[in-house]
């Protein structure tokens, strides 16, 4: 079992910068993926950014690409979402995921099957 504990959310001004981390501990696999994942009220979860553990490979969605990045510390197994320039539409719940190999693209919820409790971004206009 894998577990994922987010955590670094938080109310910012427009404009500003917040760094989400994810710890990963439990059984997983040398090539799984993590994801970071957003969901705001009434609407669908969304993927924001995936790294796969065991190459360079990542992947941002376009509306955080040149905005977030998304980075891992191997040895402390933890991942982060370092978020600048923050937008009020960047206010949601952010989630970190792990999924099981093999995986192709991992860039849709249904591809992962281990999430975080999530953690509360808000940026005020």
């Known amino acids: 079992q894998v577990q994922l504990v987010e955590s670094g959310g938080g109310l910012v001004q427009a404009g500003g910068s917040l760094r989400l981390s994810c710890e990963v501990s439990?059984?997983?696999?040398?090539?799984?993926?993590v994801g970071w994942f957003r969901q705001a009220p009434g609407k669908e979860r969304e993927f924001v950014a995936r790294?796969?553990?065991?190459?360079?490979?990542?992947l941002y969605a376009d509306s955080v690409k040149g905005r977030f990045t998304i980075s891992k510390d191997s040895a402390k197994n933890m991942v982060y979402l370092q978020m600048r320039n923050l937008k009020p539409e960047d206010t949601a719940v952010y989630y970190c995921?792990?999924?099981?190999?093999?995986?192709?693209?991992?860039?849709?919820?249904?591809?992962?099957?281990?999430w975080g409790q999530g953690t509360q971004v808000t940026v005020s206009s």
């Open positions: 995921a792990a999924n099981i190999p093999p995986w192709k693209v991992a860039n849709t919820s249904r591809e992962y099957h281990y």
């Open positions: 439990g059984h997983t696999f040398s090539s799984y993926a």
């Open positions: 790294l796969s553990w065991s190459d360079p490979g990542i």
